[in-house]
């Protein structure tokens, strides 16, 4: 039965909503580690994390005391002008991309590191082409969605950026051929998420950045829902040995406030004052958040601690014996159990059954829980599954 509180809140988003989100009819009040409470206090363990964004936890203590501390301090300050706050994450990140990474455009979402990475490329090169792979997710603004694949998402707002080409993700010989004279850059995600949880081949990015320095491009790899420590490394292209020459980060970065960055290494040059910028980007309060979240993730070992719960988890997945399943894949705990039909009924039993998760396409369950979950809740998590999707293992 519905209360007359969850009632008005349903009326009042329903009433003013644009439409562009499809929402579940849960009304999600507070957040604690790995579980939320909905406006019934119906309590969930959150696979869904706010698409990966609460990586360190719902409400973590250690950001919610850094942002009580910055807010009453600075809550603004544009980059005209130099900041502590500032300063303090960008030696922070500094610290924990991948070497050769030193320089940092700060921004406030996913798709804006994507668009500032496209912008940068174009710039520093001189080209207009960009390639990117088939299934690849990039964002929803103009330049992100052409990087985009997806029909569904790319067909209503064409005529998109021009000179963007997609190939298929893995295949370094479409690559290989796509990458010419003109292209500026190649942007890949080291694991597909929106597009199925499609991990990279072994090989396959090496080879990417082979093709990238043989032809003058610059290597992007967009890092916005792998990073910091989703993969069981703090960033997924360590786990492939590559050098990326911009990383684009945002998600899990705020512990939960929106923050971007992209990462620029030296074969980026430094660009004019003017040329690309924004108002919020860089802002203190979001910055002592993101630095509080990822102190947070170094002191804890929390890539570590994904690796391992993750290869734990993903075994326990693929010994379920269920006609429904056709492959359980990821990495760290970022997993995808694709099915042999639609999952949206699938996600809403799972949600009765008391776990919030994800699509990821038509037909992949896509699992992103905070990085702090206990093994106690992957447990209740993969009871849930075998429950919803029928274990025949017995």
Known sequence: MIDRVTDRVFGVEDAHAT????????????GAGARVWDSQGREYIDCNAGHGVALVGHS???????????????????????????????SLLSEVVPRGLDRFFLCNSGTEAVEAAIKFARLSTG???????????????????????????RKPFEPLVPGFTHVPFGSTEDLERAVGPDTAAVIVEPVQGEGGVHVAPQGYLQKTQEICRNSGALLIVDEVQTGFGRTG??????HFDVSPDMICM?????????????????????????????????????????????????????????????????ARLKSVKSPLIREVRGLGLMIGIELRQKSGPYLDALADAGV?????????????PPLVITREELDFVAGALKEVLGDHSR
């Open 250 to 314: 945002s998600k899990a970065m705020g512990g939960g406030l929106p923050v971007g960055a992209v990462a620029l290494g030296s074969r980026v040059p430094a660009m004019p004052p003017g040329v690309h910028g924004n108002t919020f980007g860089g802002n203190p309060l979001a910055c002592a958040a993101a630095r509080a979240a990822i102190e947070y993730i170094r002191e804890n070992d929390l890539p570590a601690r994904a690796a391992a719960l993750g290869a734990e988890f993903a």
């Open 60 to 90: 973590n203590d250690r950001v919610v005391e850094a942002v009580k501390t910055q807010v009453e301090r600075m809550i603004t300050c544009p980059e005209t002008f130099y900041n502590d706050a500032r300063a303090a994450l960008i």
């Open 19 to 30: 439409g562009v989100h499809k929402k579940r009819k849960i009304v999600l009040v507070r």
């Open 233 to 238: 490394r703090m960033f997924a292209c360590e």
């Open 356 to 368: 919030l998760a994800l699509p990821a396409g038509a037909t992949v369950i896509r699992l992103l």
């Open 127 to 153: 080209r207009p082409g960009v390639v990117a792979a088939m299934r690849g997710f990039h964002g929803r603004t103009m330049g992100a969605l052409s990087a985009t694949w997806e029909q569904k998402y």
